[in-house]
């Protein structure tokens, strides 16, 4: 599993890209691909949870979905982790 951290700089051309991104998350959790996501209760930033074997299809997937690279909208975190209990 790969987790993913993003960071908000309150620029509100970020939302303009969220409808797209959610439907795009929801769709790869139908796949089994994101096991969970969503954003911090401040708005800050959000967490999402790849359920992927390799550091390559994390990587493919996060290139995949433009709102990473959306105003507003930064990478603080990528990280490989060992899930313990589920």
């Given at each position: 599993?790969?987790?993913?951290?993003?960071?908000?700089?309150?620029?509100?051309?970020?939302?303009?890209?969220?409808?797209?991104?959610?439907?795009?998350?929801?769709?790869?959790?139908?796949?089994?691909?994101?096991?969970?996501?969503?954003?911090?209760?401040?708005?800050?930033?959000?967490l999402?949870?790849?359920?992927?074997?390799?550091?390559?299809?994390?990587?493919?997937?996060?290139?995949?979905?433009?709102?990473?690279?959306?105003?507003?909208?930064?990478?603080?975190?990528?990280?490989?982790?060992?899930?313990?209990v589920?």
């Amino acid at each position: 599993m790969f987790l993913l951290e993003l960071s908000f700089d309150g620029n509100p051309e970020r939302l303009d890209h969220r409808p797209a991104h959610r439907e795009l998350v929801a769709g790869l959790n139908e796949r089994g691909l994101v096991a969970m996501a969503g954003p911090y209760a401040d708005e800050s930033g959000a967490l999402l949870i790849f359920d992927v074997a390799t550091e390559a299809e994390f990587e493919e997937l996060i290139a995949a979905d433009p709102y990473y690279r959306a105003p507003g909208v930064t990478i603080a975190a990528k990280r490989k982790w060992n899930l313990v209990v589920r």
